[in-house]
């Protein structure tokens, strides 16, 4: 399972996918970790908006300059055996991978911030 970040629009009623705009995927995991480190975690709803954004920018640009900020999402691989007898595999996240997923996503927010829309996760 995983989660996108794209840029959404308000028309009419509903939300709707803004045409050519970046997207970034991760993992459920690695969404939550990102996500909770750029202070989303109590966010109620989806997405952020528009006046909220310029913030998350600033957030976003001061974790891909600093990699001590940057050290809690670092992961080594690790298995291990589920309650259940299965095997359970995470695959390790290194620096240089939140670093690409950081400037991934920080396109996404210029993207919103240039187009006037909200960043939105699904």
Known sequence: MSITFMAYRLEG???????????????????CELMNMLGL??????????????????????LIKSSS???GLVREPQEYRGSGGCTIIHCGTSDD?????????????????QE???????
């Open 13 to 31: 009623n509903c939300y709707s996918q803004v045409p050519n705009s970046p997207e970034v995927n991760l993992s459920n995991s690695n969404a």
């Open 41 to 62: 975690q109590a966010v109620a709803v989806d997405k952020v908006d528009f006046d909220d954004i310029s913030e998350l920018a600033l957030k976003v640009d001061a």
């Open 69 to 71: 900020r940057r050290a």
């Open 97 to 113: 991978y939140w670093v690409h997923k950081l400037k991934s996503i920080r396109k996404v927010i210029s993207f919103c911030l």
């Open 116 to 122: 006037e829309c909200v960043l939105f996760w699904a």
